[in-house]
């Protein structure tokens, strides 16, 4: 339909790709005029041409300003608004993961020889929150199988632990009288978890380098999981033959598992895990979502479980 000038397209003709496109102009266009604003910190700069995945969801990406300002980073503070506005300060770069534990081929990375720009893919996941919202989020990453299977784990491994870094000075969560949690974060996940092909190691979303609220430069991403699986700016992956600690388990056990598969059959015990509302459709009349198990990944993922029972094991 034209009006005036105007190519008015309906919605039913608008697919992710093209919001994605026109998203890519925008912060193109964006980035000459400091960008740096909307996102913060200078990680922004980078962009990344990433090949597309198969894995992808064709669900409609969640605008990069909801995925850039309604965050959770409690070393930034506890409230959505607070990672945007507290993480300015925070340098990712220059950055060292380590990688140790039961491994033949323990190394201390930088970044750039941890993850060439040149392998990573582009994957549009769903994140569902534990709090019952979701996302979707297009992000640019490689599979942690890859850097996984590169340490060559040893046969007693079984479990894979991760660490968020610890800086004080740049993370405002981390000092003062409250603390909200214990630091550093951390997280874990089986070691057939972290091979399988959805799980992704991110280092940035929408073609650009991370931004800092959302984990840079290092995040894990784990689409059939609550969203606090997905521990940010990682430091360090170590291989154990024993199930890590997981910081909400810590902080928490009643309320967070260590499995922490999206569920709708099992309530958290303060909120319903039945459905979930879509961040960018607000409003009274939009309805909240049905939550599926696993995400709407089981038909991937569920065969890790079987014979499991996911009410104990949440
Ligand atoms: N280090 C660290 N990682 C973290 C968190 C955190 O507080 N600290 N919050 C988790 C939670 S609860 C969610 S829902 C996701 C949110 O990721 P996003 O802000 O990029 O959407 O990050 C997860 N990773
Ligand atoms: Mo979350």
Known sequence: ????????????????????????????????????????????????????????????????KDVTSYNNFYEFGVDKSDPAANSKAFKPTPWNVKVDGLVNKPADYQLEDFIKPSTVEERIYRLRCVEAWSMVIPWVGIPLADVIKRADPQGSAKFVAF???????????????????????????????????????????YGETLPNQNGAPLRLVVP???????IKSIVRITLTDKQPRTTWNISNPGEYG????????????RWTQATERRIGEGGVFNKRRETLPFNGYADQVASLYSGMDLKTNF
Do not use: C
């Open 163 to 205: 660490e968020t870094v610890v800086r004080p000075p740049e993370m405002p969560g981390q000092k003062g009288l409250f603390q909200p949690l214990p630091w550093p974060y951390v997280e874990g996940l089986r070691l057939d978890e972290a091979l399988h092909p959805l799980t992704l190691l991110a280092t940035g979303l």
């Open 1 to 64: 339909m034209l009006i005036g000038r105007q190519r008015v397209i309906k919605s039913s003709e608008i697919t992710p790709r093209d919001v994605y496109l026109n998203r890519r102009d925008l912060i193109a266009g964006a980035a000459g005029l400091g960008a740096s604003g909307l996102i913060g910190g200078e990680a922004f700069a980078a962009k990344i041409e990433a090949a597309k995945s198969k894995f992808s969801t064709d669900e409609k990406p969640t605008s990069l």
């Open 224 to 230: 059939w999981k609550y969203g606090f699986k997905s």
């Open 258 to 269: 260590f499995y922490s598969n999206v569920n709708p059959a099992v309530d958290h015990p």
